[in-house]
Every structure is written in structure tokens, then in C-alpha cells.
């Protein structure tokens, strides 16, 4: 597999274990939280949360080493048992064996929805205007970064603790926009061998339309660039009728590529 594709995905499948990582003792048995390693797929579990794809997804699966039909009944048993009823298995375009689509299909789950991958390089971010202010914030806000961040991920109430947490790791730079002192919107970094994974960009419903989302994510590109980052990656949801992809439009408009669309699959 190429290196690049490689990359990706281990950013990506860093981000989610510093997550759970980041989560107290207290956190971690109120949201039922999780980390199970099946083959070379890592299991993010959250009984606690049990519709929620965020928390409950499965990422790798037949990227680092070919993937077996008793790995997919594992990682299906586990979520069985978890109580949890939706959930993602991202499978990477490029996964490997052929017959693993099959074998997802034959263990009751469907494609649904995929997400798409982008990259970018460290050229400069563009200006977008916004009457938002962005900052870079640290523990007295994080809670507030939580709760936003909670909201726009529609994870309940107990997962605000979680992604506050991540102000107290050292790989990961949170940021928020703010409309006067009032918080706005939140964006968060993850850098690791100096490749930028985004993440957890959220706006509260009372501050959207004023072009928040773009500039954090602008905010948070200079940042990695600034950091020495080189390869910048994120994700989000593929592009489908009907949908107004505001996500999707701000990503490229600071200056990302699409680099892959990696098909989901979830129970029936």
C-alpha cells in the first residue's frame, strides 16, 4: 500500500487511541469506553453511547496486514456485547483481502455512508473573513471546547469531560473561536511525526453562518505549519444529494485535496 495511504490512516487511528488515552477512570466507566485491538484493526467502544459512530468505530481493518473473516466476527461479537447498535467499520479502499467485503456483508452489516479523506501540503491557508476571533485555548476553557464539541457531534452530555481531557495532552492543540468572550465554535490538532490530523471542528447553532468553521480551520492549518508539519490530513462525511456539505466546502476551500473516499459499513 502506498505510504501516503499508510499515513493516513495511522494519524488518524493515533488520534482516536490519544482519546481514549486522555478519558479518566470516572470518564471511561460512565461512557463505557473501550480500546480493543483485533488483528490490525483498532476497536474504539462506547456501550455508554450506543448510536454514536464517533465513539464506536472500528479503524485498520485489513490496512496493516490482510484482515480475516474470524477478525469481522470478533469486532461484530464485541459491539454485540457492548450493547452497542451502530457503529462504523471503515474500510480503506485498499484493504485487503478481496473477499473482506463480502465477509462484513455476510456478518450482517451494509455500506452506508462513506467519509472522505483530504490532504494538503504546508502551503499557506487563505484568508477567510470572519467576525469571529480565534484562539489557541488551554484548561480553563476546555470544557467549554467539550460541550460545543459534544453538541455538534451529537454525543451526549458525559463524553464533555472526554474531549476536555484533550487539552491535557501533550500532541494535541485546541482551539476555539469566540464572539467577544462568548465561545463559538471549536477545531482541535493532533500532530505526530509532524504530520496535522484535524478534528472535532464544531459551531453552536447560535453563531453558524458567520464563517467560524473556516477560520479555525485555518487557525489550526498555520499552526501545523508553524509546528513543521508538511502533510496535513482530515475527514468528513462523502458528498450526497440533498446534504449542504458545509464541511465538506470549507475543507477544500482551505486548500485541501480529496485523497480517498473509504466505505463504511454498519449493521443492518
Given at each position: 500500500?502506498?505510504?501516503?495511504?499508510?499515513?493516513?490512516?495511522?494519524?488518524?487511528?493515533?488520534?482516536?487511541?490519544?482519546?481514549?488515552?486522555?478519558?479518566?477512570?470516572?470518564?471511561r466507566e460512565q461512557?463505557?469506553?473501550?480500546?480493543?485491538?483485533?488483528?490490525?484493526?483498532?476497536?474504539?467502544?462506547?456501550?455508554?453511547?450506543?448510536?454514536?459512530?464517533?465513539?464506536?468505530?472500528?479503524?485498520?481493518?485489513?490496512?496493516?496486514?490482510?484482515?480475516?473473516?474470524?477478525?469481522?466476527?470478533?469486532?461484530?461479537?464485541?459491539?454485540?456485547?457492548?450493547?452497542?447498535?451502530?457503529?462504523?467499520?471503515?474500510?480503506?479502499?485498499?484493504?485487503?483481502?478481496?473477499?473482506?467485503?463480502?465477509?462484513?456483508?455476510?456478518?450482517?452489516?451494509?455500506?452506508?455512508?462513506?467519509?472522505?479523506?483530504?490532504?494538503?501540503?504546508?502551503?499557506?491557508?487563505?484568508?477567510?473573513?470572519?467576525?469571529?476571533?480565534?484562539?489557541?485555548?488551554?484548561?480553563?476553557?476546555?470544557?467549554?471546547?467539550?460541550?460545543?464539541?459534544?453538541?455538534?457531534?451529537?454525543?451526549?452530555?458525559?463524553?464533555?469531560?472526554?474531549?476536555?481531557?484533550?487539552?491535557?495532552?501533550?500532541?494535541?492543540?485546541?482551539?476555539?473561536?469566540?464572539?467577544?468572550?462568548?465561545?463559538?465554535?471549536?477545531?482541535?490538532?493532533?500532530?505526530?511525526?509532524?504530520?496535522?490530523?484535524?478534528?472535532?471542528?464544531?459551531?453552536?447553532?447560535?453563531?453558524?453562518?458567520?464563517?467560524g468553521q473556516g477560520?479555525?480551520?485555518?487557525?489550526?492549518?498555520?499552526?501545523?505549519?508553524?509546528?513543521?508539519?508538511?502533510?496535513?490530513?482530515?475527514?468528513?462525511?462523502?458528498?450526497?444529494?440533498?446534504?449542504?456539505?458545509?464541511?465538506?466546502k470549507n475543507i477544500?476551500?482551505?486548500?485541501?485535496?480529496?485523497?480517498?473516499?473509504?466505505?463504511?459499513?454498519?449493521?443492518?
Open positions: 500500500m502506498d505510504e501516503l495511504f499508510l499515513t493516513a490512516e495511522r494519524i488518524e487511528r493515533a488520534a482516536l487511541a490519544e482519546l481514549h488515552t486522555a478519558a479518566s477512570e470516572t470518564t461512557l463505557g469506553l473501550r480500546l480493543e485491538t483485533v488483528g490490525s484493526a483498532l476497536v474504539s467502544i462506547a456501550s455508554a453511547e450506543p448510536t454514536n459512530i464517533v465513539l464506536n468505530r472500528t479503524i485498520g481493518l485489513g490496512v496493516e496486514a490482510p484482515a480475516t473473516q474470524d477478525a469481522v466476527k470478533t469486532i461484530v461479537r464485541l459491539y454485540a456485547q457492548a450493547g452497542v447498535t451502530d457503529y462504523f467499520i471503515h474500510l480503506h479502499p485498499h484493504s485487503q483481502p478481496d473477499e473482506l467485503r463480502d465477509w462484513l456483508t455476510q456478518a450482517g452489516l451494509s455500506r452506508t455512508r462513506g467519509w472522505m479523506k483530504f490532504q494538503r501540503d504546508n502551503a499557506p491557508p487563505p484568508h477567510l473573513q470572519s467576525d469571529l476571533e480565534v484562539r489557541r485555548i488551554g484548561l480553563t476553557q476546555a470544557e467549554a471546547f467539550g460541550r460545543i464539541a459534544a453538541q455538534g457531534f451529537d454525543i451526549s452530555e458525559a463524553s464533555v469531560p472526554l474531549l476536555a481531557a484533550l487539552a491535557h495532552r501533550p500532541d494535541w492543540y485546541l482551539f476555539m473561536s469566540f464572539d467577544g468572550d462568548t465561545p463559538a465554535g471549536t477545531g482541535a490538532l493532533f500532530i505526530q511525526d509532524n504530520v496535522a490530523w484535524t478534528d472535532w471542528g464544531a459551531t453552536d447553532p447560535a453563531f453558524r453562518r458567520r464563517g477560520v479555525v480551520l485555518c487557525r489550526r492549518i498555520q499552526e501545523a505549519i508553524d509546528r513543521g508539519c508538511e502533510l496535513l490530513l482530515t475527514t468528513t462525511g462523502e458528498e450526497v444529494e440533498g446534504d449542504p456539505q458545509h464541511s465538506y477544500l476551500k482551505c486548500g485541501f485535496k480529496e485523497s480517498y473516499l473509504r466505505e463504511n459499513y454498519s449493521p443492518v
